[in-house]
């Protein structure tokens, strides 16, 4: 706990001195690279139903200190290594797919002359216009306090997440372990309970992108489309089979809606396994992202680069300061 006061004490030590025009000399000295992390966008209440959204305010901010203190790059010229000497490199990437990207992100981008690549899956071509996630998070925060879910009782624990009455585990982690079809079934099961898409007010919280808005996505010059699955498998959890057979159909389904080669792969949640990797090269996969490197090898391998996602509860410049030393701990 006192360690986290101590963080908090220092963000806002640091956030005094900018507004006093103070800028410290990490973020001026600053050499290196790293590709951030975002996800969704939206007006406000970004901590609504997870905390992996910023407010488009927010983002603004970030776009705003990434022009004027840092070199920002396409994902080819990051992965080429084409680097400024006299400024830390930045990349930015989205992953998921949100409608907010095409709604949001990408007038921005066009506005401040950024590039940003863009890690969407495919659960558009299967009728989906919601991550199973998503849904799983919404219901979690408007379903009831007690559960019985596939002859299970849950509970609703800390952050809204549904715990089994049994052993403890979490009804996300249970169907992380599960390829699509559980996953489908809970949303088709749940949706009765959950009508949340007549309320038509929350649309920016988890409406993926169209057909259409992912090819307008890709028509822009400062845009860069990568794959993210098909459903949003956790591929190190599901048979090696049936990621490959994933990794296949997400790449076939990019490259004929976008008419371009998709060479980058961001794997979901961050995670992966060996033969995930292999199958990932065998599809042609060229540019493998991950959040931690999970083997020693990952660090040589020439296909692979890790990347770091941002914080929503911290200013732009503290932001800017964790990137740059790639920890919030500081």
């Known amino acids: ?54 407010t488009l305010k927010t983002f603004e901010s970030h776009l705003a200190f990434y022009r004027k ?12 290594g084409r680097f400024s000497d006299d400024r830390f490199n930045i990349c930015i990437s989205f992953d998921d797919g949100y409608a907010n990207n095409h709604k949001y992100v990408l007038p921005l981008l066009e506005r401040y002359e950024i590039p940003a690549a863009f890690f969407i899956t495919g659960v558009s071509q299967e009728g989906h216009d919601i991550l199973w996630n998503d849904f799983l998070g919404i219901f979690s925060k408007y379903g009831p306090s007690i559960l019985l879910y596939d002859r299970q009782f849950y509970r609703k624990g800390r952050f809204n997440r549904y715990l089994s009455v049994v052993d403890g585990r979490a009804l996300v982690e249970r169907l992380r372990d599960g390829g699509f079809g559980v996953k489908d079934e809970m949303i088709k099961t ?27 996505l890709s028509a822009s010059r400062w845009v ?15 048979s090696p089979g049936e990621a490959k057979l994933e990794l296949k159909r997400s790449k076939q389904y990019l490259e004929e809606l976008t008419g371009k080669e998709i060479r980058s792969l961001a794997f979901p949640y961050g995670t992966y396994k060996r033969d995930t990797v292999a199958a990932a090269k065998e599809m042609n996969f060229s540019r493998l992202f991950a959040l931690d490197f999970h083997f020693p090898e990952d660090h040589s391998d020439p296909s692979m680069r890790e990347r770091f996602i941002v914080n929503p509860f911290i200013s732009a410049g503290n932001q800017m300061l964790a990137t740059i030393k790639k920890t919030y701990a500081f």
């Open 1 to 54: 706990m006192f360690q986290g006061i101590r963080q908090k004490i220092r963000y806002a030590m640091r956030d005094a001195a900018s507004n006093a025009g103070w800028q410290p000399s990490l973020l001026k000295q600053a050499r290196g690279a790293r590709i951030v992390v975002y996800h969704g966008i939206c007006q406000n209440d970004h901590t609504r139903f997870n905390n992996i959204f910023l």
């Open 190 to 216: 749940l949706s009765s309970l959950l009508p949340f898409r007549d309320e038509g007010t929350e649309e920016d919280y988890w409406r993926q992108m169209t057909r259409q808005q992912i090819a307008d």
């Open 224 to 238: 860069t489309i990568g794959a993210h699955g098909y459903y949003h498998n956790d591929l190190a959890r599901i």
């Open 69 to 80: 203190h840092f070199n920002v790059l396409s994902l080819d010229d990051y992965f080429e």
